[in-house]
T-cell receptor
Framework: GQQLNQSPQSMFIQEGEDVSMNCTSSSIFNTWLWYKQDPGEGPVLLIALYKAGELTSNGRLTAQFGITRKDSFLNISASIPSDVGIYFCAGQLRDSNYQLIWGAGTKLIIKP | KAGVTQTPRYLIKTRGQQVTLSCSPISGHRSVSWYQQTPGQGLQFLFEYFSETQRNKGNFPGRFSGRQFSNSRSEMNVSTLELGDSALYLC????????????FGPGTRLTVL
């Protein structure tokens, strides 16, 4: 089936550092979504992207829809302890029945 | 507006039993999707229901089934439980099928012993 390659799988960072993660695929997507999941909870939508090249911010978070429509990036600036969690990308394929394809997640851990 | 609710939050079953999980979508949302999440894995799509009809189905065995009621509430059933069915089961709702902004519930943590 269709897959999204999300990397890195996990990140250990210091508080205050910037974070970058990405998702890539060999397929073309109409929509890219970024979610965050806290332990014991369901994922929460952070940013939605609908156009190639689109750059959207949500506070300290910035995400971009790749110009080739096959990738997306999420950046977090000046990380804080509450940024800890698992970040998922999800994409809706150009030719699909609206089913979302999900990345395996990036686990963000802040070093004490 | 209340969010997506799932019941129960935690469940322990033994192999061979069956289980039913419930999901109430956000008021006004008519589409409900179910996902299975295991440690270190992304979300694996189970199925989507819209207006009481199954619209999409993932690659899961027939032991996994679901339904949706006229009030948009949905149930998921797993029969003949296996150890590998232990997972977090997430439900997500959207206003209508074909929209991409899914709102998730907190999930039901199923443990099969």
């Amino acid at each position: 089936g269709q897959q999204l390659n999300q990397s890195p799988q996990s990140m250990f960072i210091q508080e205050g550092e910037d974070v970058s993660m990405n998702c890539t695929s060999s397929s073309i997507f109409n929509t890219w979504l970024w979610y965050k999941q806290d332990p014991g909870e369901g994922p929460v939508l952070l940013i939605a992207l609908y156009k190639a090249g689109e750059l959207t911010s949500n506070g300290r978070l910035t995400a971009q829809f790749g110009i080739t429509r096959k990738d997306s990036f999420l950046n977090i600036s000046a990380s804080i302890p509450s940024d800890v969690g698992i970040y998922f990308c999800a994409g809706q394929l150009r030719d699909s029945n609206y089913q979302l394809i999900w990345g395996a997640g990036t686990k963000l851990i802040i070093k004490p | 507006k209340a969010g997506v609710t799932q019941t129960p939050r935690y469940l322990i079953k033994t192999r061979g039993q069956q289980v039913t999980l419930s999901c109430s979508p956000i008021s006004g949302h008519r589409s409900v999707s179910w996902y299975q999440q295991t440690p270190g894995q992304g979300l694996q799509f189970l199925f989507e229901y819209f207006s009481e009809t199954q619209r999409n189905k993932g690659n899961f065995p027939g032991r996994f089934s679901g339904r949706q009621f006229s009030n948009s509430r949905s149930e998921m059933n797993v029969s003949t439980l296996e150890l590998g069915d232990s997972a977090l089961y997430l439900c997500a709702s959207t206003q209508t099928t074909g929209t991409d902004t899914q709102y998730f519930g907190p999930g039901t943590r199923l443990t099969v012993l």
